[in-house]
């Protein structure tokens, strides 16, 4: 088995710099327009966050993760080679990668990250889980529309936020992520799952919402994200090009949050009780800008 990197709370690799000042911080930093785009809208798009160097460092450590006899395989939290029902689609999904692979673990440091979501969070930046998701060139499946949010009611207050990073270009004809402007007004909506029915939200949305159902294609260069509120509906089409599609997610919340569940939060991960704020080896601060 590998070493545990979730026990290093801080970049162990020079792949991301931190800034050394202020001003240096302050480059990274959302400009009014973005920040009310993001709270109107739900959502900003086309936020720089890698470089050349640093996707193909990503890349070479996914193409390791994604083989299940990985020696770090036992540290995800899950692990689904295909989540997809039908073996002739292929959706790729694990959480965990931060565990086991030096840049993944890093990227949770990246300063073009950690400013703009300090600034979308409105306050200091608390490690909840990463994921990765690929879908393969010509079969790659599709993820069904949902919140984030409805996974993660046993963590509260919501003061959610997730960032899909790509590891390639994303585009329509690759799956790319699609939002739905506007949805995170909608409230809490129940799970229909994740994968395989693209279209099983419809059973819980009202006439209203269906009327409101005019999803937007979010393409990405690679090393650009995304970030979405927690309620935000989203979802991706199959991948039917001669691309792979990949990405990374970080997801994250305000400091401050509480676990409303005495049950392990993630698998294999220490019960945080109920009521109490989570923290520790798993949850770690990742930034504070009052610090």
Not at 200 to 222: C, G, M, T, Y
Request: include cysteine; hydrophobic fraction near 40%.
């Amino acid at each position: 088995m590998s070493d545990d990197l979730s026990i290093r709370h801080g970049p162990i690799t020079a792949l991301f710099k931190t800034p050394a000042t202020a001003e240096e911080w302050n480059q990274y930093r959302l400009s009014k327009q973005q920040v009310d785009f993001f709270h109107t809208n739900g959502y900003l798009t086309g936020v720089r966050v890698l470089g050349d160097q640093q996707i193909e460092v990503l890349r070479d450590e996914l193409a390791e993760l994604i083989n299940p006899n990985h020696p770090g395989h036992d540290l995800f939290y899950e692990f689904h080679s295909n989540e997809s029902a039908d073996p002739a689609t292929v959706l790729f999904h694990a959480l965990g990668a931060w565990r086991i692979a030096p840049g993944f673990h890093d990227l949770l440091w990246s300063p073009a990250f950690l400013m703009p979501a300090s600034q979308l969070l409105g306050g200091a930046v608390r490690f909840w889980h990463d994921q990765l998701f690929c879908k393969p060139a010509h079969h790659g499946g599709v993820v069904a529309w949902h919140q984030d949010y409805s996974y993660w009611t046993r963590t509260q207050p919501m003061a959610h936020l997730s960032c899909w990073i790509g590891l390639d270009d994303s585009t329509r004809d690759n799956g790319c992520v699609h939002y739905l402007p506007g949805s995170h007004r909608w409230g809490l909506l129940p799970i229909t799952g994740l994968a395989n029915d693209m279209h099983a939200i419809e059973s819980v949305l009202s006439e209203e919402h269906k009327a409101q159902f005019k999803p937007i294609p979010i393409e990405l260069r690679n090393g650009e994200c995304s970030f979405h509120h927690p309620l935000m509906v989203h979802g991706s089409y199959a991948n039917l090009s001669d691309r792979p599609r990949r990405g990374a997610v970080i997801n994250v919340f305000r400091d401050g949050v509480c676990s409303a569940s005495d049950e392990p939060l993630l698998e294999g991960v220490p019960p945080i009780p109920a009521g109490k704020e989570m923290d520790g080896q798993f949850f770690p601060l990742l930034f504070d800008l009052t610090a």
